[in-house]
């Protein structure tokens, strides 16, 4: 016979249905059975059901005990007078075991309840989450199967006797949590009782993920009949509650009637309850609530908006506007082109709702193409705009203008190739319910602001096409219409210019500025538009692009435009495709001559302030500045010639362009760089006279280069500086003073000279000679140098014939440079030939100034006592004293014979003892007006040291001529003086 021992010692997985009531029904103990019930948990519903019921029998006969104790006690007192809870509470007193019973009771009864409803769920898993049976697979392709009758099953997400043994709501989070949106309707139909508190904590747990459309019907609706939550239907497995599961007897039961084991599982949670239907402003918050935790936690916008629309059937005040930006913020999200790598920013509707109109325009607008934007206009911004002015009519502030403001906006900020496509979509020849752009003027309007607006120097062809999309009025102007419409043109190049105030217009202030102008004013700023165009893809061919706005500047500035065509006429092809053809100048010249002229409509080019004649003079100056000069003189001698230009200018422009080139040359040799251009550039005109002085200052430019003089320590000179020195003459001096040899080629200097533009100044010649002359004496080299003095004193010579009157400049300038030149030779004691000092010195008092004679005579007087001095030396050698005596007198005669032969009489102190002292006095108060020095090493630093050595006589005759000699020498150097070198 069973026993309670055999019940323990089996298995959960051992337990059967058959072997449940073979176990349990012998022991007669109905209290041990249906506490043995309840303590064992099962997975198998079959099972659980027979241990369930067969606990539910052995407590019935204490729940018929209880009854019927209460009944006789009833009948006893009365029923008015029992107070049933009292009466049960003794019996449960005095027969605890009953107590017990009837608290198991209700615990298998809720059991059951549960057991019923698990097998309830397990027939409505969610799509896709169920197996089929392996005989159903078998006969997948059956066509004569029946889904219908094919029995779908699956496994929740928890097993059966964790069902049995959690509370109620946890078991709904678990299947709101999975998404068993059918097993969550049951639940809430059979026990509603114990789950409507926790409705909207139940529903927070659904994914945000999850479609809606899967539980549309558990969200929380509006009962209009109430206007308040529609509350669930409630479908119970049992209709009528057992006895045991009555107030009185649960209040009736004491505590020790139940033992912690036997405790109903469930627990309630902690989050907020709702007891109370919620009101419809607190239905529409939750689904706020939730719509915002789908859209910040998921992105799904798409989710969000299902949401609204599912909740507007169900009669949820305040979702109207949300619902109309969540539609909006999906055309966004899914209807509008995207990046092509997929990574958009994501959307939230708070991020959405912070966004200005034209913002969202943008956003919606940002990556369609020129071929796709008019359609995603209409698709996308358009019924955005719609909205927007539905809504301003609802709140009482009707603004008509919106559409057309916020389009016209976006417009004018995007680049010109967008702004083509909507032009292109605008086509007055369009029907105007098709057109983006409905009015003509103002899309007129529109494109002016666009295109003088933008800083484009690439996108002629989209400017153009821009055009050509405008309407065109045949509309006929007086000429005082035209002068309005060019007035208002020339306002606009003023309003375009830049200013402190408004350091860059923009299309908007254009389109301001554009606004008030009437029909006629626009037709002809189009006209105008028209000529800018073709002049602004002019400009670009040769790489001078400007901005479209440039020719509204520059229309009354001269100043500009010739700027321009410079910039034309030099930079055209680019910097690395220069133009090298005939053709390709004459290409050039064309069209320039055509932003000169006047178009049809009487409208000038963007050259039109500059004359014709002007365009070819800076086209001929671009084109000699490239230094295709083979090609200059090809289109001058082409058939095609249309440099119609005097011989003269011809001949200033190639001096200009020389000199330019020249001017920046960094070196003076003329056989390479940018002095040969320069040279060769003279070579393009016919030869003239002033072309010749230009080529022959280049090359003596080039020779200067040659003799490395220089400008400063290590730096040579630059042809730039040569151009700039006055006096050219000091060049020569820089040459002889830094060449040791140069002296020597008299000639090149001269030639030199010559070049340097002093060809006819018989001055230069003389200050030229004296300097050779000087630099031979600084050399010791007194044959060149007396060589260099006869043909300077020739040089003067002839100067003097030539003029009578001798009073000229030049004569007197070339005369005192000679007298002081020979003067120097003269007096040098290192030079010999005494004849030939003689000679110059005589020249000196011939050439010289009445005041300076004496000065002149004091040396020759000295050089010609050391003469007679010498020669007697000489003679005494031969002759005795007496013919030593006898010649005395003679040379005195000789002297004065001299004299006479000068025309100048002899001073009669020249005769007396002190006539040596007196003129060495007189030559010293002349000296002292000499503008230069001659103080030097060691030799006498004015001419009273030379005064001093004439009075010392023979006795210190070695010693005066050394002094004398250096004196010389360092009297010499100040010719300087004379010819302008420092």
Partial sequence: MPSPQHWLGLLDNELTVENIPSTLNPIKDDLWVAAACVDRVLDDAAVQRV?????????????????????????????????????????????????????????????????????????????????????????????????????????????????????????????????????????????????????????????????????????????????????????????????????????????????????????????????????????????????????????????????????????????????????????????????????????????????????????????????????????????????????????????????????????????????????????????????????????????????????????????????????????????????????????????????????????????????????????????????????????????????????LQSNSDIAEQRAWANRMARRAGGADDKLNTVEDWEWLLEDMLKLTGKGDSGIRGAFGLLSEDEVLRIFLSGLLSTGNFSVAKAVLISPKNKLSLSAEALEDICLSCSREVYDNASSGNYTYGDMKLAYECLDVPPPSERLLKEKEFIEATSRLSSFNVMSAPGIPISPLEIRLTKDRLSLVSRVLSSNNDAYKHTEVILDLVHKLGLGNSVVAQVKTLAMLADTALQAEDFIRAYETSERMIDTVSSLRSSYPELDTPDVQEASEVCWVACYQLGRQPEFDDVDEKLSLLGRALELCRPDKLHDVLVAWRRLENEDIEAREGRLSSRHDGSIRKSNTPNTTTSLRSRLQDFHLPSPPLLNTPDAAALASRTFRSVAANFPFSVTGRGRPSSLQEEERSSRSGSRRRGEGDELASQATRVFSKGIGWLIGDD
């Fill in 51 to 551: 241990l369930l019921e067969t606990g539910r029998e052995r407590t019935a006969a204490a729940l018929r005990r209880s009854q019927a104790t209460l009944a006789a006690l009833q009948d006893e007192e009365g029923a008015e007078q029992l107070n049933p809870s009292n009466a049960l509470t003794s019996h449960f007193t005095n027969l605890r075991a009953d107590a017990q019973l009837c608290a198991i009771r209700t615990l298998i009864l809720d059991r059951l309840d549960r057991l019923n409803t698990y097998v309830e769920i397990c027939k409505v898993p969610p799509k896709g989450s169920y197996d089929t049976q392996d005989t159903q697979d078998e006969w997948e392709d059956d066509p004569w199967a029946d889904d219908a009758d094919v029995q779908k099953t699956a496994e929740p997400p928890f097993t059966l006797s964790a069902f049995l043994t959690n509370s109620l709501l946890r078991s709904a989070r678990v299947l709101a949590l999975h998404q068993w949106f059918g097993a969550l309707g049951i639940m809430f139909e059979r026990h509603s009782p114990h789950l409507w508190p926790y409705r909207l904590f139940i529903l927070d747990g659904i994914p945000e993920h999850a479609a809606p459309l899967s539980y549309v019907d558990l969200l929380p609706a509006v009962n209009t009949t109430t206007n308040l939550e529609k509350v669930w239907p409630s479908k119970p497995w049992r209709t009528e509650p057992d006895w045991s599961e009555t107030p009185q007897v649960r209040n009736a039961l004491p505590e020790m009637a139940l033992t912690p084991d036997l405790s109903p599982a469930f627990a309630e949670s902690s989050a907020a309850r709702h007891d109370d239907p919620l009101s419809p402003d607190e239905i529409s918050q939750w689904y706020k609530t939730r719509i915002q935790q789908i859209i910040s936690f998921t992105g799904m916008i798409d989710v969000a908006l299902a949401v609204v629309q599912h909740a507007a059937p169900q009669s949820v005040p305040g979702l109207d506007e949300m619902g109309e930006e969540l539609s909006l913020l999906a055309r966004l999200v899914y209807d509008a082109p995207q990046a092509d790598d997929g990574m958009d920013d994501d959307w939230t509707l708070d991020r959405w709702s912070a966004m200005d109109p034209i913002a969202v325009v943008r956003a919606y607008l940002a990556h369609s193409t020129p071929d796709t934007l008019a359609k995603d206009i209409w698709r996308l911004v358009m019924p955005y705009l719609f909205v927007l002015e539905s809504r301003a009519e609802r709140a009482g502030n009707p603004d008509p203008n919106i559409q057309t403001r916020i389009l016209y906006e976006y417009i004018l900020n995007v680049p010109l190739e967008t702004a083509a496509a909507v032009f292109e979509a605008s086509k007055p020849i369009l029907p105007k319910a098709q057109r983006i752009i409905q009015n003509d003027e103002e899309m007129a309007r529109l494109a002016l602001a666009c295109l003088y607006g933008s800083n484009s120097l690439e996108d002629w062809t989209t400017m153009s096409q821009i055009f050509e999309c405008l309407p065109a009025w045949d509309i006929s102007r007086d000429d005082e219409q035209e002068d309005a419409a060019d007035t208002t043109i020339v306002s606009l190049g003023a309003y375009v210019t830049p200013s402190t105030t408004r350091p860059h217009c923009t299309a908007s202030d254009l389109l301001i500025f554009f606004q008030p102008l009437p029909l006629s004013s626009l037709s002809r700023a189009l006209d105008i538009l028209d000529v800018h165009l073709e002049s602004g893809e002019i400009l670009s061919r040769w790489s001078v692009p400007a901005p479209l706005r440039w020719f």
